[in-house]
Every structure is written in C-alpha cells, then in structure tokens.
C-alpha cells in the first residue's frame, strides 16, 4: 500500500516537472525574442542594462513557475505530508531567490565587462568566474544561514567524533534546522568547505520514525561527504560543465553583438536552461554516483546495513519517495540512487561481510 501510494504521489509530479519545463523553455524563448525591447527604456548604460533585462528575465520565470510550484504543495498538504499555510509556504522562498538574484547580477556584470573587452575570447576567462562565483557560494552559504543553530544532542555529537576519526575529518560542526511543525519530511545535509563545512539536520530527522541507529547512519553519510571532499570535487564536475558550456553561450550570442551586449541577455538566459536541461542526466549520473560513494562509506563506518533500510524505509514513509521510479525520472531528475537500490546496496554489503539485514 505504500509503495503504491508513493507511486500515486510522485506521478503528479512527474507530470508537473514536464509541464514547468515545458512553460520555463516555452517562456525564456518568447523573451528571447522579445526582452530586448525593454532595453530602449533603460538608461542605466549597456552593462547596466543587460543586469535589469537579467533580473527581469530571472522574475519572469519565477513567475511563470509560481503556479507548478503551488499546485506541488497543494499535492503535499493533499497527502498529508504537510500543512504549511500557502502565504508562510511562499515566503520561505526569499532566501533562495535573493541569492540567485545576487549571482545573476555578479555573473552578468563580469561576464559583459569581460566580453566588451575582450570580445569573442571571453568565453575561457568567463567560465572561470562562473566557476569562481560557484565556489563562493558554496563557501560563503554556512556563513549566511540564519535559519540553523548548533545540535545539542550528545549522543549524536558523540558519534560524530568517533566517525570524524575514523574518516581522517578535523573537526566539522553539526547543526540542526528547524522546519514547521506541520510537516513530516525530512532532511540532512552536507554543505561548506574547508572552514565552512558543516553537517545540518533538519528537526524531523532527529524524531520518529527514524531511531537513534539510523540517524547516526545518516549523520555518516553527510560526513562521508566531507570526508571524500565531494563539494569541491562537485565545482571541479561544474568547471568541465562550465567550459564548453561558456563557448556555446559565446556562439548562440555572437548574433547579437556578443556577451557585451544587452540584446544578448535575454538569448543568453534561454541558452544557459537548454544547456542545464541537456546537460541533467550527465549531471545527475555523477551526483548519483557520488551518493553511493557517501552511503558505501556510512556503511563501512557505522557496519549496520540495517540501519540503511530503515532510513530508506522511513524516508518512503515520511516523504512518500517511490522506491523505483521510472526510468526517463531517473534519467532527468534523479540525483540519488533510488530508494530501492540503496537497500539494495546495504543486503550487499551484509553479504559481502558476513550478516544478513
């Protein structure tokens, strides 16, 4: 009944992600052709210009997606995975839009004074500063997260010190983020590095169904990742990425007088979505892989495949995850491995070393 129901849940969100692509490519297209109309309003000179048509293209498709994202959580509060209220649902987003806005902005401003100096060759120089402005964030995000505060949990912090040792890890702070109470799902993650690095919890994942076993394999997991440097190796997978991906954006836009030019933005946001969208299941593959990497080291840390399950089984009750998506989901949206196989990977590991889960 379960596996059912997750399968029920999820489909509408199939169908949802396929429409929003649908409308986000449909939408940038027609401001493609038609954004740069805008620019003759504007007096704030051409790279000034091209930052306005930027952030208005980044609003329209913010816009545009609003009603996809409603109709997700109107999804979630219809299977009772939460009853957040629509207006406080909403503004939990501002965070997340204002830094994308703030990166929008800074890449646009590099990128056109690069280009207006150094015409068509700034694409090379160009794809290290989005590369450059990648690493930032993720160094800089730790320190700007208001909404965490550091875990109290003994035990927990206890365990963390046994694994960091274990892992070769010098010290990395545990937080915990509260989320409302009216919502089941649950979370962990790793994010920072070097100095920033830190391991968060969301409140959910430190109550039932999970028990203390599988939160301590949970916390191995996040802490597998610092401990196989997967965030920097992530912005080395992007810089690849970010290299032809720089190049293709100087070709498409070369029509419209290059980068250096405000005419250009608009394509060049409708360049960059194709890109990402071509680009997903080569993306996805890797952060797959790199998963197992983190829940193969939990396992090696922790040696208790059956905690594993239990996660995995307690996140298709929590978050109605379907264990075994279809395919073309896997392909385009799948970041992890699914829930089937990363149990499957804890019966192997059991067998592999002598215990059945």
Known sequence: ELVARAERFERFHHVLWVLSQIALLGTLWAYARRGAAFMRESSAGPIGTGMLLGMLGLAIVWLVALPFR?????WSRRYELTEVGYVDWLLEDWTLLGAQFVSLCLALLIVMGLARRLGDRWWLPGAGVFVAIAALFTFAAP???????????EEIVESSEQYRAELGLDGVPL???DVPEETELANAYAYGFGPSKRVV????LLRDPFDRDEQKLVLAHELAHHSQDHLPEGIGWFAIFAVPGAFVLMLATRGRGGMGAPEAVPLALLVVAVLQFLSAPAANL????????AD???LQVTRDPDALEGVMTAFAETSLSDPDPPGWVRLMTGTHPTLEERVAMARAWAERNGSTP
């Open 70 to 74: 409603i109709a997700a959580h109107w």
């Open 296 to 298: 193969w080291m939990a």
């Open 286 to 293: 890797i952060t797959r892989r790199i998963e197992a990497e």
């Open 175 to 177: 937080y915990v983020q």
């Open 143 to 153: 320190y700007l997260d208001y909404t965490t505060e550091p875990l109290r949990d």
């Open 201 to 204: 919890f969301w409140e959910t």
